[in-house]
Each structure stands twice: as C-alpha cells, then as structure tokens.
Nanobody
C-alpha cells in the first residue's frame, strides 16, 4: 500500500507565507514526478507545481513567481513554499506522485490540506 500525507495547511493572513509538505510511505521502489494541485470552492482542480526526481520543475501559470516546489528524495517528501499569499490562493491543496512499486507504477493522491488566506 502507498500513502501520501499532506501537512502544514492552515489560516494565514494575506501577504504571509506558508510551507506545506507531503510524505509518501509504503511499498515504494522509486518516485518519479511529485507535485501539487489545488481546488478552490466551485472550481476545477488545477496544477500548482510539479518536480521530477532530478529536480526539474514546472509551475501553473497562475502561481509563477510566488510558489516554490522542492523535494527531499531521501525522505520521499515534496514541499511547497508559498509566499505573498493572496485570498485567491484559498483552496484545498493536494499532493500527487507517480510511484513505482515492485510490479507496477501508479498515480497517487493525498487527502488534501486546506489553505485559507484572510484579507
């Protein structure tokens, strides 16, 4: 079994910063791309950022410049640093990872962590 668990969400004032984390655990042979998506009320889930095992990053157009994705391969952990938070960043942030097990590779999602930005 593979599990992704996010942490670090919460209520933050506009202009503040936050770092959220996601740890993968279970029967993991290797992890390819890890990343973050978010879903605001009444909106579709959108890409925030992804990072490959080699460290190459990709960001959604709406978050470029304020969000930084990073990972610690030794800890099977991906991070998302969010600076200069805006009320429109309020959403549930979901971790995603492409994980290779012994016999197959699959896409996995965390349960989500709520980020709320007050104006």
């Amino acid at each position: 079994q593979v599990q992704l668990v996010e942490s670090g969400g919460g209520l933050v004032q506009a202009g503040g910063s936050l770092r959220i984390s996601c740890v993968a655990s279970g029967r993991i042979f290797s992890i390819n791309t890890m990343g973050w998506y978010r879903q605001a009320p009444g909106k579709q889930r959108e890409l925030v950022a992804t990072i490959t095992s080699g460290g190459s990053t990709n960001y959604g157009d709406s978050v470029k410049g304020r969000f930084t994705v990073s990972r610690d391969n030794s800890k099977n952990t991906v991070y998302l640093q969010i600076d200069n938070l805006k009320p429109e960043d309020t959403a549930v942030y979901y971790c995603n990872a492409e994980i290779r097990g012994r016999y197959a590779t699959g896409q996995y999602w965390g349960q989500g962590t709520q980020v709320t930005v007050s104006s």
